[in-house]
């Protein structure tokens, strides 16, 4: 039996056996392992932003400073002096601060944060501190210090750092129980923020990242638990078939980067021909396309399925008064800016205190010489005597002095040379007092205007430290990326109607489309039924399938054109509908719901086409009209719940299409937002017009290149665009350019010959550079001339451009706009002219399922009017493309 861990004994008096309970020891030995990780290695102390390791570092390379460079190896063993840790972690550390580019001046191999290469061994490589260390880091006079882990040395508690040097650094760590993740932001703007907080006002702060690359800091959450950064590496295109990357996401580097790539091509997300790896000293990543590859759709799957796009999450957590201490990023960096602030008061202080102290020994020694004391002390035989008689020789001239003189000032004085004393010039001894009192009087200046000496600091440290600085990392609003959009059609999808099946693997049965694995199907059955279902390699969804297709969520065009049967025999109804997202794996019903209800014609149609058919019944009774036309165009979309408009009561014995439709669909309208560089059609930015499926968008750019593309929401701009907008065919575009061989200006105007193609329209010679280009129908320019010497000033000229030049083919030269050197060209109002109008189909607004209720005798009445319209019309033949189902 064992009782409150006491020795066990049994019945035969066998020997002692102890227990000892080991609850108090994880108890307290744990709690101590947990706060000596949190507090003495991985989280920073917010009064200087290190580590302690860091710290330790910084101390030691002070302690061996002498302007030259150190083996990292010498600095490495005298920080064991103070860090308890071995030298790997402090080799690990110091390169981790070196490729910061901040604190340490760096010689040899430290590694590439842009590659992931690792540094060389610490015996190759050298350090020493930085201008900007010394200047900001080190201040002895106002450091608290304590011993070392041996009790050897003294070391600092914190650093006097005057600067937010953790929020320009970052850091990251992991303790017990607890972690952080402070994300490096921009030197200069720091600096910035930190004399806005000093003047009043708000200031906000995002990150920057060394690597560069573009971020989307709206979940940003001001560095708290919680929030969010997206950032992106920057691709653009070099030409058709080949990407390039020139900055990468934080966090990653070029092999890693590439190793996604390769990833997601293996795995069929992407297709890619070849990566090459040009990086030296910036990032140069090749992405080699297949032909046929839309390098737009690439760069946003790249988005999607690599690490070209991570998300961080940062964490502010940092050490204040030996806790833990969660805070964002703005309130580290007012602490940090008051620190500061109260770290130049204390130097302030220190200083005075000095200068007065000068001042009153200075002031000392001249009483003493100039009034001949030293000789009082002639006759004296003791120190006690000497003391004396230069205290009562002063008394009479140090009214205007601020403390009481000391026995070590009269000892100092007794140290005076006879030789100083022989040379001893008054005017120069005054002139010091004086230079010593405007000091005093600059430092109390300073000290009672404190915040204007801290302005003037920071400002300071932005000229001096701030040139070659500037943000790297580039702001922007992400769209999300549509995975199922982008992702490349990896698989094949087939289909056995009568079955029910559909899936990858069914290669003996119909070929339905390319798909993607992470694509969803919808289907459709002769029974009215309708389900969307995840892409597998075999799936039942339901016998008799008569349309099957990938599934695009929240897509309004696609409407579905539908006739059935309602029940076994009860009368037939007609509708249209969308479907813009349900529930995966449920079964819908179409129909009205009543048993052995059946399709009689069905049709998806991806731009809202609206076809014509015509219904045929069966002989039965006396029945006068078999056969009628229904156009689709005069059935209102509605949800795909609605009951339909009836067709008629009558048994039919089948549907046929007699013409094909066009979109009742309202043209689509996109925008341009600026912002993310996106096209949009949620109204965001810039609105460019009213889209039919064969209309363009006309896009320039000042490199002189010309071309149009399918208004895709996927589409990528280069950074260069001045035009962007709807291309008219007809309507010239005109262009003044000038060239660089010739070295002239030209004016030509042309139309675009090959919509398939980006072309450049002014010469190719390197300081050719495109000057004007408008789109107005009638544009005007005026001339400004150069004032030549000897000659009249040339006054200005305005030119119809319509006037001046006939439109050309694309590729012609031009004619030359003037001989006379030219100042400036400016455009003008252009002149009024009407443009001919767009002959388009009628359009045919929309209506959503709530707007109208189902009205089921308007198509009876319509079945009859059309009736008595076409009782000679012969039989119409089944057609249109393979979206159209007949039964």
């Known amino acids: 039996m064992i009782e409150n861990g006491d020795d066990l004994i049994n019945e035969q008096d066998e020997p002692k056996e102890t227990i000892t309970r080991v609850t108090g020891m994880y108890k307290d030995w744990f709690l101590d392992y947990a706060s000596y990780v949190i507090l003495e290695r991985a989280v920073p102390a917010i009064e200087d932003g290190f580590k302690p390791v860091q710290r330790r570092i910084m101390h030691s390379m002070k302690d061996l400073d002498d302007g030259r460079y150190n083996k990292v190896a010498n600095i490495v063993g005298h920080t064991m002096q103070y860090h308890p840790h071995g030298d790997a972690s402090i080799a690990d550390a110091m390169v981790q601060i070196g490729q910061k580019d901040l604190l340490i001046d760096t010689q040899?191999?430290?590694?590439?944060?842009?590659?992931?290469?690792?540094?060389?061994?610490?015996?190759?490589?050298?350090?020493?501190?930085?201008?900007?260390?010394?200047?900001?880091?080190?201040?002895?006079?106002?450091?608290?210090?304590?011993?070392?882990?041996?009790?050897?040395?003294?070391?600092?508690?914190?650093?006097?750092?005057?600067?937010?040097?953790?929020?320009?650094?970052?850091?990251?760590?992991?303790?017990?129980?607890?972690?952080?993740?402070?994300?490096?932001?921009?030197?200069?703007?720091?600096?910035?923020?930190?004399?806005?907080?000093?003047?009043?006002?708000?200031?906000?702060?995002?990150?920057?990242?060394?690597?560069?690359?573009?971020?989307?800091?709206?979940?940003?959450?001001?560095?708290?638990?919680?929030?969010?950064?997206?950032?992106?590496?920057?691709?653009?295109?070099?030409?058709?078939?080949?990407?390039?990357?020139?900055?990468?996401?934080?966090?990653?580097?070029?092999?890693?980067?590439?190793?996604?790539?390769?990833?997601?091509?293996?795995?069929?997300?992407?297709?890619?021909?070849?990566?090459?790896?040009?990086?030296?000293?910036?990032?140069?990543?090749?992405?080699?396309?297949?032909?046929?590859?839309?390098?737009?759709?690439?760069?946003?799957?790249?988005?999607?399925?690599?690490?070209?796009?991570?998300?961080?999450?940062?964490?502010?957590?940092?050490?204040?008064?030996?806790?833990?201490?969660?805070?964002?990023?703005?309130?580290?960096?007012?602490?940090?800016?008051?620190?500061?602030?109260?770290?130049?008061?204390?130097?302030?202080?220190?200083?005075?205190?000095?200068?007065?102290?000068?001042?009153?020994?200075?002031?000392?020694?001249?009483i003493f010489i100039e009034n001949r004391i030293y000789r009082d002390i002639e006759e004296e035989e003791t120190w006690e005597g000497v003391i004396a008689a230069i205290d009562k020789g002063l008394q009479p001239h140090i009214k205007h002095l601020k403390r009481a003189i000391t026995e070590e000032d009269i000892v100092r004085l007794t140290e005076i040379r006879i030789k100083r004393i022989s040379k001893f010039d008054i005017d120069k001894a005054q002139q010091k007092i004086d230079a010593l009192e405007e000091q005093i009087a600059e430092v109390k200046h300073h000290l009672a205007h404190i915040i204007d000496y801290a302005i003037a600091y920071f400002t300071r440290l932005k000229k001096d430290y701030g040139e070659g600085r500037e943000r790297k990392t580039e702001i922007r609003v992400f769209d999300d990326v549509d995975a199922t959009k982008v992702v490349i059609r990896n698989t094949k999808l087939y289909v056995n109607r009568e079955e029910g099946f559909v899936g990858t693997s069914l290669k003996r049965d119909e070929y339905v489309c390319d798909c993607s694995d992470i694509d969803d199907i919808i289907v459709f059955t002769k029974e009215g039924k309708m389900m969307v279902t995840k892409v597998d390699s075999k799936t039942f969804v339901g016998k008799d399938v008569i349309h099957v297709t990938v599934f695009k969520k929240k897509d309004k065009r696609t409407i579905y054109n539908m006739v059935y049967r309602d029940g076994k025999s009860g009368p037939s109804y007609i509708k249209r509908f969308a479907v813009t997202g349900v529930t995966r794996d449920r079964e819908y019903d179409l129909t009205n719901g009543n048993k052995q209800s059946t399709v009689l014609y069905f049709s998806a149609n991806p731009n809202g086409e609206a076809e014509v058919v015509t219904v045929l019944l069966r002989q039965v009774g006396s029945i006068k009209k078999l056969k009628w036309d229904i156009d689709f165009s005069d059935i209102l979309i509605k949800g795909r719940t609605s009951k339909g408009n009836l067709v008629t009561k009558y048994s039919v014995k089948r549907i046929e299409l007699k013409e094909k439709g066009v979109s009742t669909l309202k043209p689509r309208k996109i925008w341009f937002d600026d912002t993310v560089q996106r096209l949009n059609v949620d109204g965001r930015g810039e609105l460019i017009g009213e889209f039919r499926g064969e209309d363009r968008i006309l896009i320039i750019t000042q490199s002189g290149t010309v071309k149009t593309i399918i208004p895709e929401i996927t589409a990528h701009f280069e950074d260069d665009m001045i035009v962007l907008e709807k291309w008219i065919p007809k309507k010239p575009i005109s262009v003044i350019y000038y060239d660089g061989e010739k070295e002239r200006y030209y004016v030509k105007r042309f139309l675009i010959e090959n919509e398939n193609k980006e072309e450049i329209f002014i010469t190719e010679n390197e300081k050719s550079q495109l000057e004007i280009v408008s789109t107005d129908w009638r544009p005007m320019v005026e001339v400004v001339y150069a004032k030549q010497r000897g000659k009249d000033q040339k006054d200005n000229q305005e030119v119809n451009l319509e006037d001046f030049i006939a439109v050309k083919g694309i590729k012609a030269l031009g004619n030359q706009l003037t001989t006379e050197k030219i100042k400036q060209i400016n455009m003008l109002?252009?002149?009024?002219?009407?443009?001919?109008?767009?002959?388009?189909?009628?359009?045919?607004?929309?209506?959503?399922?709530?707007?109208?209720?189902?009205?089921?005798?308007?198509?009876?009445?319509?079945?009859?009017?059309?009736?008595?319209?076409?009782?000679?019309?012969?039989?119409?033949q089944p057609g249109g493309e393979g979206q159209i189902t007949l039964f």
């Open 108 to 366: 040899g191999n430290w590694g590439n944060i842009l590659t992931g290469d690792g540094a060389a061994a610490s015996r190759y490589i050298e350090a020493r501190l930085s201008k900007f260390a010394l200047d900001v880091v080190y201040n002895p006079k106002i450091t608290e210090w304590q011993a070392s882990y041996d009790g050897r040395r003294k070391e600092p508690v914190n650093l006097p750092v005057m600067f937010p040097l953790l929020l320009a650094q970052g850091g990251e760590g992991i303790a017990v129980g607890l972690s952080t993740k402070i994300l490096p932001h921009n030197f200069i703007e720091l600096i910035d923020a930190s004399v806005k907080h000093l003047k009043g006002k708000r200031f906000t702060i995002v990150p920057d990242f060394p690597t560069g690359g573009i971020a989307d800091f709206t979940n940003y959450n001001d560095g708290n638990r919680g929030g969010r950064v997206r950032v992106r590496a920057k691709i653009s295109q070099l030409d058709k078939n080949t990407l390039v990357i020139t900055e990468i996401p934080f966090g990653t580097n070029t092999s890693s980067l590439i190793d996604s790539i390769l990833k997601a091509n293996d795995k069929g997300k992407i297709k890619i021909k070849k990566i090459e790896d040009n990086t030296a000293e910036n990032v140069e990543i090749l992405v080699h396309l297949p032909s046929g590859i839309s390098p737009d759709k690439t760069i946003d799957a790249l988005y999607a399925f690599t690490n070209c796009e991570v998300s961080i999450s940062p964490l502010g957590c940092v050490i204040e008064d030996n806790k833990p201490l969660f805070i964002g990023v703005s309130e580290m960096l007012r602490r940090s800016t008051d620190n500061t602030v109260e770290l130049l008061r204390s130097d302030l202080e220190i200083k005075l205190g000095e200068l007065e102290e000068q001042w009153h020994f200075a002031s000392l020694e001249r």
């Open 829 to 876: 109002d252009s002149l009024p002219y009407e443009a001919p109008e767009e002959v388009h189909a009628d359009d045919i607004e929309v209506v959503d399922e709530e707007t109208f209720s189902n009205d089921e005798n308007r198509m009876e009445q319509k079945s009859s009017s059309t009736q008595s319209n076409n009782e000679g019309d012969s039989d119409s």
